[in-house]
């Protein structure tokens, strides 16, 4: 009994190693032809994600330097206020004036001056005999006693 | 051709197409029996070959030879099984019945086999096998591939290769005992 359901028994097994199945007519020649299809179909579609595919990332890549960007900056916005915000409203409450009119200040001296006003120089070079006679060819006698007047 | 042979055609400019038609020439019929085995239904055989050399095509550029071209594609042939095996027991346990029953129902109903009732007894006995088992079974058994290239195949140890044909000797002798 114990040979007749030993599967490793030589006869047995060759038996058993048979195969009962059988294939469908041309079965193997038909999978070769579907397969050649299914190749064909394929390459079709990677080239046309071989074009897509270097353009997608640049894309992407885009997309990704945008989104830290906004990241980083919607971040630094988002902290910074309740320290910096304070200081912006002291100076623009007290101390903005003063360093809006020093500015303007500094400005009026860098544009006017004295030193490089070609006019203030030729200023200096008047004698005082030249100014009299001008004052004396120029200005009336009402205008000389009303000057008098003031001193 | 040898395989080494097939290869270096399949490098050369132009060859590809040519070089791959002929490794499905040697392979295909090979390769389907051994899916065959694993799933009992033509239908399902047939859709599995189709995925395992549409893969093997995709792949062979990256073939580096660390494996013999017969054991990869073996590899890719079993993957491709027993991923679909564990698909269709998960869809048959969320519909409430035995993917195991179904597989026997299959094989009883199969107009494509010739075998006597020996025969058709044993292999109900393979299917009842848990997957990777019969997929070193199978190998072992019916393909009497070594242990050291059903390694290869299934990134197994060989020691725990024999453990796992061992077991699956004995439940099939029980089963076989059992039922004849």
Same mark, same amino acid.
């Given at each position: ?25 041309? !079965? ?69 004036? !003063? ?53 | ?33 051994? #899916? ?113 290239? #059903? ?20 439940? #099939? ?8």
């Amino acid at each position: 009994m114990k040979t007749r359901f030993d599967i490793e028994d030589p006869l047995f097994k060759n038996h058993l190693k048979e195969n009962p199945f059988t294939l469908p007519h041309n !079965y193997i020649e038909g999978v070769k032809e579907s397969l050649s299809g299914k190749i064909e179909e394929q390459s079709k579609k990677v080239g046309l994600w071989t074009i897509l595919k270097p353009q997608l990332s640049l894309v992407t890549a885009f997309a990704i330097v945008f989104a830290v960007a906004y990241g980083i900056f919607g971040l630094s916005g988002g902290s910074l206020p309740t320290t910096k915000k304070s200081s912006l409203q002291v100076m623009s409450s007290g101390q903005m004036p !003063y360093i809006e009119e020093g500015f303007l200040k500094t400005s009026f001296i860098d544009f006017f001056d004295s030193s490089t006003d070609s006019l203030s120089a030729k200023h200096n070079d008047i004698s005082q005999e030249e100014l009299l006679d001008y004052i004396n060819q120029n200005v009336d006698l009402v205008t000389l006693s009303y000057l008098e007047m003031r001193d | 051709m040898e395989d080494k042979d097939l290869l270096e055609l399949y490098r050369e400019d132009g060859k590809q197409r040519y070089a791959f038609n002929l490794i499905v020439d040697k392979y295909s019929e090979r390769l389907y029996w051994h #899916i065959r085995k694993m799933v009992a239904s033509h239908d399902d055989a047939n859709d599995i070959l189709q995925n395992t050399l549409l893969k093997a095509w995709k792949n062979l550029e990256g073939f580096r030879e660390e494996s013999r071209l017969y054991t990869w594609l073996y590899r890719i042939a079993t993957n491709e099984s027993l991923t679909f095996l564990k698909r269709a027991r998960l869809k048959a346990t969320l519909s409430l019945s035995d993917y195991s029953k179904q597989l026997e129902n299959q094989l009883e109903a199969d107009a494509y086999f010739n075998g006597d009732d020996t025969q058709r007894l044993f292999r109900k006995a393979v299917l009842k096998l848990p997957d990777k088992q019969r997929a070193v079974f199978s190998m072992r058994y019916f393909d009497d591939m070594k242990y050291e290239d #059903i390694s290869e195949v299934l990134g197994t140890s060989v020691g725990a290769l024999k453990a796992s044909y061992h077991h699956a000797f004995q439940k #099939i002798q029980n089963f076989l005992k059992e039922h004849v």
